[in-house]
């Protein structure tokens, strides 16, 4: 039998497609446990690859070799192959709408949400310290005012990094740990028919519940500064405050 690498042309690829559709796997619904033909198929690769180190099996970066530079030619041209196929896909109107109907109306569960968010944030600890998401810089000079002319402590994306609810998984923009104060800073996308969407409520709500916090919310397109001053004047003059180290 011929060994060796073929280039498959564009005739044979959708001949193999036309002759494959339809037809199940032969090995759909089998395992290891109740066919042989697995266990021992298994067996041999677990056997080939004991005790050899990964790199020289699937590549020192991304599954693929620098000593292979054709595997890494084929890497980089099968994922340009697959990027085309998916534009064109997405530019078919029947597709795009099928994809769209099965996203639409599909509930996710609070529980589901919030493990989502706990789970990033985990991943984001293995990172060698925080990644604090994007955030805005006129709200962090904003922060700073707050923190120098009130001497407070607040945490903030360019002071210490965003404090993180990890119970929740939420990051907030501003939190000052002595009086228990939370400021969300709601951009244009935060709002819709020029109210306050109901995932931002939510949010507020929770963030509110677990903490016990005094919550503020700033509206960047028409706050003033002298109302937020109040605000935070009134908390301080009536709270009191926790020592943080």
Known sequence: MPT?????????????????????????????????RLANVGKKISKKLKGKPNF??????????????????RRKDMGKKVSKTVIKLWKNEEFRKR??????????????????????LE?????KGQRAPFYNIEACQFFNILNKKYNLKGLHAE?????????????LDYYE????????????AHYKNNKLTELHKQRQHEIKSY???HFINIRQKT???ENIFKKIEKIINYSEIKEVP
């Open 177 to 188: 740990p002595c009086y228990n104060i939370v400021i969300e800073w709601n951009e244009k």
């Open 56 to 73: 020289k099996i699937h590549g020192a970066k991304n599954g693929m070799s620098k000593l292979n530079p054709e595997s890494e030619k």
């Open 4 to 36: 060796g690498i073929y280039e498959r042309t564009e005739k044979h690829n959708k001949n193999t497609s036309k002759a494959m559709m339809g037809r199940e796997p032969w090995n759909k619904n089998l395992t290891k446990e109740t066919d042989k």
């Open 211 to 213: 903490l016990k916090c």
């Open 223 to 225: 706050f003033k500064k």
């Open 123 to 127: 991943r984001l600890k293995d990172l």
């Open 99 to 120: 994809n769209l109907e099965a996203r639409i109306g599909k509930k996710r569960s609070k529980q589901f949400k919030r493990d989502c968010r706990v789970r990033k």
């Open 159 to 171: 002071n210490k990094g965003e404090f993180q609810v990890q119970t929740l998984g939420y990051f």
